[in-house]
């Protein structure tokens, strides 16, 4: 069994990665070396921030815990509110911008394949594949 909290196992650790342009905060609960198939995070997008995501390598699903935001689909040029209790699924590797609302919103996020923790957005949206020990 796995057992983690915010603080004190994850907040100010390497778990807790911050994009560089501040737009969010992702509290990394369970990577691809906890060996069970999946990723499990905690997610911050800041208020009134816009970021181009495209996970070429992975699929997401996400949960709105708090908070309000929009999700933009770019192939199909439909914008989906966010707020508590909403889920999207990027099913399709989806192109797509999601923006922060007037507060901030907590996401809860689960990766497939896992996430090792090391993973940035490069210029294309995407996060790498990588494999753990083999970053």
Aim: net charge negative.
């Amino acid at each position: 069994m796995i057992v983690r909290r915010l603080t004190p196992d994850i907040l100010g650790t390497e778990r807790e990665v911050e994009a560089e342009n501040g737009n969010w905060v992702s509290r990394r609960l369970v990577l691809a070396d906890d060996g069970v198939g999946f990723s499990f995070h905690d997610t911050i997008i800041r208020a009134g921030t816009e970021t181009y995501i495209h996970y070429a390598n992975h699929i997401e699903g996400v949960y709105c815990v708090s908070g309000n935001g929009e999700i933009h689909d770019i192939a199909n040029d439909t914008t989906h509110k966010i707020s508590d209790g909403m889920m999207y699924l990027l099913n399709n590797h989806d192109r797509h911008y999601l923006r922060g609302g007037t507060e901030d919103m907590r996401l809860i996020c689960v990766f497939n394949p896992p996430l090792t923790g090391k993973e940035v957005h490069d210029e294309n949206g995407h996060y790498p594949l990588l494999l753990p020990g083999i970053d």
